[in-house]
């Protein structure tokens, strides 16, 4: 059965500090997908990205990075120089490879991040 | 941003009675799922469709049931809502493999049992 662990329940910084989120995984699957969704107070979910396993190498958007290593089963997700409009729930998602789809979406239970003034 | 709709998007209603939550899309997408939020829990797969009348069950289906007659719309039906119920509800949709996108969720439909 698939499994996702965000161990951090709430991670509190003041801003422009750096924050790193973990997530670890546990899958039977060869082929998987890994995402990690963003929900901001107003309580929507947004998608910050889609990482698939045989690409492993690490990604940076502007800010945020992300970290895959297969070795460990993690993919972590850094968010540096934090903003106050970086607090939110983020969540790690783990997903079997279906032939035309990304398949169900397996959540971790977030990690609720607060950042200060 | 991906079309999709879910209403109502707040309801209250009493334990016993039956309560449909339903999903609209506009992308004509093949999947379409519901899912779940609770405090610790993270979201949960309740049911998805991979077609019109093609639904299966997901971690947390008893006490659910789904139905998708059109390509547009998935409706979710608490039979006999219970207190355990009061949730919020997201529905998805799968964008086609290929796509640089992904799943899109819906705004949600926070539900009240009492």
């Known amino acids: 059965a698939q499994k996702v662990t965000q161990a951090q329940t709430e991670i509190s910084v003041v801003e422009k500090e750096d924050v790193t989120l973990d997530c670890v995984y546990e899958?039977?699957?060869?082929?998987?997908?890994l995402f990690w969704y963003k929900q901001p107070p107003s309580g929507e979910l947004v998608f910050l990205i889609r990482?698939?396993?045989?690409?492993?190498q690490n990604e940076i958007s502007g800010r945020y990075s992300w970290n895959f290593q297969k070795s460990t089963s993690s993919f972590n997700f850094t968010i540096t120089a934090s903003q106050v409009v970086d607090s939110a729930v983020y969540f790690c998602a783990l997903s079997e490879a279906l032939t035309d789809s990304w398949g169900k979406l397996q959540f971790g239970a977030g990690t609720q991040v607060v950042v200060t003034p | 941003d991906a079309g999709i709709t879910q209403s109502p998007r707040h309801k209250v209603t009493e334990t016993g009675t039956p309560v449909t939550l339903r999903c609209h899309q506009t992308?004509?997408?093949?999947?379409m799922y519901w899912y779940r939020q609770d405090p610790g829990h993270g979201l949960r797969l309740i049911h998805y469709?991979?077609?019109?009348?093609?639904?299966d069950k997901g971690e947390v289906s008893d006490g659910y049931s789904v139905s998708r007659s059109k390509t547009e719309d998935f409706l979710l039906t608490l039979e006999s809502a219970t207190s355990s119920q009061t949730s919020v509800y997201f529905c998805a949709i799968s964008e086609p493999k290929g796509s640089t996108d992904t799943q899109y969720f819906g705004p949600g439909t926070r539900l009240t049992v009492l």
């Open positions: 992308e004509n997408h093949r999947y």
């Open positions: 899958t039977r699957d060869t082929t998987y997908y």
């Open positions: 990482r698939n396993s045989f690409d492993e």
């Open positions: 469709s991979y077609g019109v009348k093609d639904t």
